[in-house]
């Protein structure tokens, strides 16, 4: 892509499994062409993007859009966000939104005292359409309230090696999330 300048070749790599879960096991190097070689311009630690769409800029630039998942205790949060590796290191990545999946916990933290509702949240399909600059997210998601014998029967289940009880289960929905792009920035609408 054409990440800091429109002019600039410069690949994104990914890497994985190279840093611990505080940084999301991995993170991103860029490089540059110079003459017959390629240099390493940068590598930034926790940043991801392994799932991810090139969108233009106006200005010739490439950003990326890309959907990543992390979690800990049974709980995932998925996110979509804007990369632009042009910008310094704490600006190159905005969140455009998060889901959250807690099905592996029923809903619980633990223990029955502290409950939130089930979600499931799960992003099916992430495309750029540059015909009419539109980014659009598909989101499978829905949640459900539960309560501290909905939390036990369902741990129940899960410590018999179950399925979560149907009747526990979230249903659930898609969801089609619009995304203008100005050539600049990504406006939900």
């Known amino acids: 892509g054409h990440f800091s300048d429109p002019a600039a070749e410069e690949p994104a790599v990914a890497t994985s499994g190279c840093e611990p879960?505080?940084?999301?096991?991995?993170?991103?190097?860029?490089?540059?062409?110079?003459?017959?070689?390629?240099?390493?311009?940068?590598?930034?630690r926790r940043l991801i993007i392994n799932d991810c769409v090139m969108v233009r800029r106006k200005d010739g630039r490439d950003l990326l859009v890309c959907s990543d998942v992390d979690g800990g205790q049974g709980t995932n949060w998925r996110t979509l966000s804007v990369v632009d590796l042009a910008q310094?290191?704490?600006?190159?990545?905005?969140?455009?939104?998060?889901?959250?999946?807690?099905?592996?916990?029923?809903?619980?933290?633990?223990?029955?005292?502290?409950?939130?509702?089930?979600?499931?949240?799960?992003?099916?399909?992430?495309?750029?359409?540059?015909?009419?600059?539109?980014?659009?997210?598909?989101?499978?998601?829905?949640?459900?309230?539960?309560?501290?014998?909905?939390w036990k029967a369902c741990s129940d289940a899960q410590n018999a090696h179950r399925?979560?009880?149907?009747r526990l289960r979230p249903?659930?929905?898609?969801?089609?999330?619009?995304?203008?792009f100005d050539g600049e920035t990504f406006h939900i609408t």
């Open 88 to 150: 310094p290191a704490r600006f190159r990545e905005k969140v455009l939104l998060t889901v959250t999946d807690n099905l592996l916990t029923c809903g619980g933290w633990g223990n029955s005292e502290t409950i939130v509702p089930i979600q499931k949240g799960v992003f099916t399909d992430v495309a750029f359409d540059r015909a009419h600059a539109v980014l659009e997210a598909k989101i499978e998601y829905g949640w459900r309230r539960i309560t501290a014998e909905g």
């Open 163 to 166: 399925k979560m009880p149907a």
């Open 171 to 180: 249903l659930t929905k898609i969801y089609d999330l619009l995304f203008d």
């Open 21 to 44: 879960h505080s940084m999301k096991w991995g993170g991103t190097a860029l490089f540059r062409r110079d003459g017959a070689k390629w240099k390493l311009k940068w590598y930034h």
